[in-house]
């Protein structure tokens, strides 16, 4: 895509027509129904290389929970007690914290 295309790099006219295509495109009202993902289902042969790029953000979550659970860990692992803590070992402790489910230690 010419938006992301890197320095001294050629842009094909098959990603400006698909871009300028899509630009031209009606907008749908905004419904509570409406469905981001199911659009570019059916469009995705329309547009094939912003279907990609969709897919790739629109999977992003919205929410900073994720990230305020790990950072809420961390802090509970890093203590007073505990500050010495090599960040290769603290983050091999959040992993294994993480993924737990998945690691059958104990028999």
Do not use: C
Not at 2 to 30: C, G, I, M, R
């Amino acid at each position: 895509m010419f938006y992301l295309k890197k320095k001294n790099q050629t842009v094909s006219t098959v990603e400006k027509d698909e871009f300028t295509k899509y630009l031209h495109e009606n907008t749908l009202p905004a419904l509570e129904k409406y469905d981001p993902f199911e659009w570019w289902r059916v469009n995705k042969i329309q547009y094939p290389r912003l279907a990609k790029l969709a897919q790739k953000y629109l999977s992003i979550p919205a929410t900073s929970v994720p990230s305020e659970r790990l950072f809420s860990d961390a802090g509970n692992l890093i203590t007073q007690d505990r500050n010495r803590l090599s960040p290769h070992l603290v983050n091999q402790m959040m992993f294994l914290k993480r993924n737990r489910k998945y690691i059958d230690i104990f028999d």
